[in-house]
């Protein structure tokens, strides 16, 4: 038995580990432990633990503003993926989903029309409610009236139920004052119809098709028709003629674009001709007519499905709209246009994308609007994510955040458990979309993790 040793009465050697087999710790006032000593409960009681997830979402918050004040394609980091929908190069699995070039994600197709918010005009000549469509103002002229505008037939037509019918009398149509200046007044734009011309039945040399104006050829403004003598087609101000005509009783279609200052125009689908010379614009005042010349009727024969777009400096007629570019050759519309139409759900995911190391838990911030109506999150807009390539999909629930901007609306989730994995996706669901009623837009997403 170790007999007790005053420690007075220490005075060489040292302590064995017998001589203090209960030391408070109070009495340690100086020195160091050595590594490994303390036990790790000893540390993390005393510990404030710390929540990253308001870092977190600030910084995503702000690379969201940068992509889309940048207009950068999806992009990753060591911690986060960020899509603004600038292009389609992110996403994939779009299920009655589409990308407007608005750079938003919503439920629905887009038709055969391409992107509405560049549609101007849209004339299908079917005597009913939806024979006009776009950014416009119905026509001034009147249909189906003798002498006021052109008339509706159902014995000639292409597509549909009907076509317009100009006898070259008194038949046409003007469009408000200003549309033809609201519309095209600088810039690229393009005009699409199919027309069935007549016989020259009342030996008038040049039928007017369509003119940027109404006051007798202004020789500032943009103007197209065709001979009566060989039908090809020629721009009146622009002095551009093709080299083909159009077929006389037979439906041809017949394309116009203004691009990069260059007029081209295409003959059931072929380019007529390369080399145009700078195009005249339309008039910024005057009206926009389809069957005059300078208020007078000129053109005898038919019109369906007249098409007016508007395009900004990157885009061209090409743009959902036809197959190739703007020097090939295409194959004219085989179907009236449709708009774009709402589907009640849809869903879309990113492409995946690889982390560094697995991962079992993930966040994500998404940017919505609410275009009609007002969705409601984990209802009528779910988000899904995996960390498996999405084998398996775990559903979040998303909570509100502060505004984004103005009508565009932010919501989060943070630390979602998942099946651990390095094959990182989202999936976002759209559920109860009605045209007018209730129709969201993703504007953006930045995936964390």
Same mark, same amino acid.
Request: no cysteine.
């Given at each position: 038995m170790t007999k007790a040793r005053d420690l007075a009465n220490i005075i060489s050697g040292g302590f064995t580990e017998s001589d203090i087999p209960n030391l408070s710790a109070s009495k340690i006032t100086s020195g160091t432990f050595a590594d490994a000593r303390i036990a790790a409960s000893n540390v993390s009681q005393h510990a404030t633990s710390f929540d990253d997830n308001k870092i977190v979402n600030d910084i995503s918050t702000l690379a969201l503003r940068q992509a889309s004040n940048e207009n950068k394609a999806a992009y990753n980091t060591n911690s986060m @993926?960020?899509?603004v929908f600038q292009d389609a190069t992110g996403i994939t699995n779009l299920t009655n989903t589409l990308r407007d070039s608005g750079e938003f994600i919503s439920s629905g197709d887009g038709g055969t029309v391409g992107d509405t918010s560049n549609l101007n005009l849209l004339l299908h000549f079917d005597n009913n409610s939806n024979d006009s469509s776009g950014n416009s103002n119905n026509p001034t002229g009147a249909f189906g009236n003798s002498g006021t505008g052109p008339s509706f037939s159902t014995g000639t037509k292409k597509f549909g139920t009907h076509s317009a019918s100009f006898d070259g009398s008194?038949? *046409?149509?003007?469009?408000?004052?200003?549309?033809?200046?609201?519309?095209f007044g600088s810039g690229d734009?393009? *005009?699409?119809?199919?027309? !069935?011309? #007549?016989? #020259?039945?009342? &030996?008038? &040399? *040049?039928?007017?098709? %369509?003119?940027?104006? !109404?006051?007798?050829?202004?020789?500032? @403004?943009h103007q197209m028709g065709f001979y009566s003598t060989t039908n090809r087609i020629h721009t009146y101000n622009d =002095?551009?003629? =093709?080299? $083909? /005509?159009l077929t006389l009783g037979s439906w041809n279609h017949i394309l116009v674009?203004?691009?990069?200052?260059?007029?081209?125009?295409?003959?059931?689908?072929? %380019?007529?001709?390369?080399? %145009?010379?700078?195009?005249?614009?339309?008039? =910024?005042?005057?009206? %926009?007519?389809? /069957?005059h010349d300078g208020g007078n009727a000129k053109y005898w024969g038919y019109m369906d499905e007249f098409r007016l777009m508007k395009y900004a400096p990157t885009k061209t007629v090409g743009d959902a709209l036809y197959t190739g570019d703007t020097t090939s050759n295409f194959t004219p519309p085989t179907e009236? @246009?449709?708009?774009?139409?709402? &589907?009640? =759900?849809?869903?879309?995911? $990113?492409?995946?994308?690889?982390?560094?190391s697995s991962t079992n838990k993930m966040g994500a911030i998404i940017t919505y609007q609410d275009h009609? /109506?007002?969705?409601?999150?984990n209802t009528d807009i779910v988000l899904k994510l995996s960390a498996d390539g999405g084998s398996n999909y775990s559903t979040a629930t998303l909570t509100a955040m502060p505004d984004f901007a103005s009508g565009i609306k932010m919501a989060k989730v943070n630390d979602l458990s998942v099946t651990a994995g390095t094959s990182l996706k989202y999936k976002l669901e759209f559920a109860n979309q009605a045209n007018g009623s209730k129709q969201a837009r993703i504007r953006g997403v930045s995936l964390q993790y």
């Amino acid at each position: 038995m170790t007999k007790a040793r005053d420690l007075a009465n220490i005075i060489s050697g040292g302590f064995t580990e017998s001589d203090i087999p209960n030391l408070s710790a109070s009495k340690i006032t100086s020195g160091t432990f050595a590594d490994a000593r303390i036990a790790a409960s000893n540390v993390s009681q005393h510990a404030t633990s710390f929540d990253d997830n308001k870092i977190v979402n600030d910084i995503s918050t702000l690379a969201l503003r940068q992509a889309s004040n940048e207009n950068k394609a999806a992009y990753n980091t060591n911690s986060m @993926y960020v899509d603004v929908f600038q292009d389609a190069t992110g996403i994939t699995n779009l299920t009655n989903t589409l990308r407007d070039s608005g750079e938003f994600i919503s439920s629905g197709d887009g038709g055969t029309v391409g992107d509405t918010s560049n549609l101007n005009l849209l004339l299908h000549f079917d005597n009913n409610s939806n024979d006009s469509s776009g950014n416009s103002n119905n026509p001034t002229g009147a249909f189906g009236n003798s002498g006021t505008g052109p008339s509706f037939s159902t014995g000639t037509k292409k597509f549909g139920t009907h076509s317009a019918s100009f006898d070259g009398s008194n038949d *046409y149509l003007t469009f408000n004052q200003g549309d033809g200046g609201t519309w095209f007044g600088s810039g690229d734009w393009a *005009y699409d119809m199919w027309v !069935l011309p #007549n016989a #020259n039945s009342n &030996n008038t &040399n *040049y039928r007017r098709i %369509l003119g940027g104006h !109404l006051t007798q050829d202004s020789s500032n @403004y943009h103007q197209m028709g065709f001979y009566s003598t060989t039908n090809r087609i020629h721009t009146y101000n622009d =002095t551009i003629d =093709t080299t $083909n /005509g159009l077929t006389l009783g037979s439906w041809n279609h017949i394309l116009v674009q203004r691009a990069d200052n260059v007029m081209k125009i295409w003959i059931n689908g072929t %380019l007529d001709n390369q080399t %145009l010379s700078t195009s005249k614009n339309f008039n =910024t005042t005057n009206d %926009l007519g389809l /069957g005059h010349d300078g208020g007078n009727a000129k053109y005898w024969g038919y019109m369906d499905e007249f098409r007016l777009m508007k395009y900004a400096p990157t885009k061209t007629v090409g743009d959902a709209l036809y197959t190739g570019d703007t020097t090939s050759n295409f194959t004219p519309p085989t179907e009236a @246009y449709s708009l774009p139409s709402v &589907n009640a =759900t849809g869903s879309f995911e $990113n492409n995946a994308i690889t982390a560094s190391s697995s991962t079992n838990k993930m966040g994500a911030i998404i940017t919505y609007q609410d275009h009609a /109506g007002t969705n409601a999150l984990n209802t009528d807009i779910v988000l899904k994510l995996s960390a498996d390539g999405g084998s398996n999909y775990s559903t979040a629930t998303l909570t509100a955040m502060p505004d984004f901007a103005s009508g565009i609306k932010m919501a989060k989730v943070n630390d979602l458990s998942v099946t651990a994995g390095t094959s990182l996706k989202y999936k976002l669901e759209f559920a109860n979309q009605a045209n007018g009623s209730k129709q969201a837009r993703i504007r953006g997403v930045s995936l964390q993790y």
